[in-house]
């Protein structure tokens, strides 16, 4: 594959994945039977503003993005659209999809949209434009303080929820079911969408990389 291929490719990936990244948030959001923990968070702070959740979304992945800057993280092309293109996608597939009501209809959403998470998560990571926002907070918190991935990302996504029920954001089983399938999900699929040819070939999964602050060892 030449380079202009693979650049391109890169590029398709990264905005096919921060997309469906937002599509599939959206998806757990109708379904009503939990969220991820940062969309807890984005669901608890729109019920208190007033503002959609997409739009909440673009606003804490700003606010996470500044708190790079004391912790010299720097940001790369998907970091900024992460900020961006996830809470668009989040709102425009929400103006689509009907409500949800039926437990019938309310799981399938709920299964569809973890498995898109994962597959988003493995395309706009292995596009290798930088990682999103939240992300990188985990693994500026790791070099920083020396403490491991796991226990940064822990720590921080424990608050995350924590704040978020108490604004009014959703807590269920489907907040579970996220946290135990979307490290083996995502594994999966960075392997699926590989780039040849990048930096470093295929992901490496350790702990001082973005992908390691997704996918917990």
Known sequence: MS????????LVQLYAGLALYGASSALLV???LGLEPWGVLHQG???????????????????????????RQRPGLGTVSNVFVVGLAMDGTLAL???????AVRIPLLVAGILLNGAATGLYICARFGPGPRDGLMTGLHRRTGRSIRLMRTAVEVAVVATGFLLGGTVGVGTLLYAVSIGPLAQLFLRVFAVPGTAGGGPVMSGGTPEGAILRP
């Open 97 to 103: 999809v009907p409500d949800a009501r039926a437990l």
């Open 30 to 32: 109708e379904a009503g």
């Open 45 to 71: 702070l729109a019920e208190l503003s007033g503002l959609t959740i997409g739009v909440v979304s673009i606003i804490v992945g700003a606010v996470v993005l500044l708190l790079w800057i004391p912790l």
């Open 3 to 10: 380079i202009p291929d693979r650049l391109g490719r890169r």
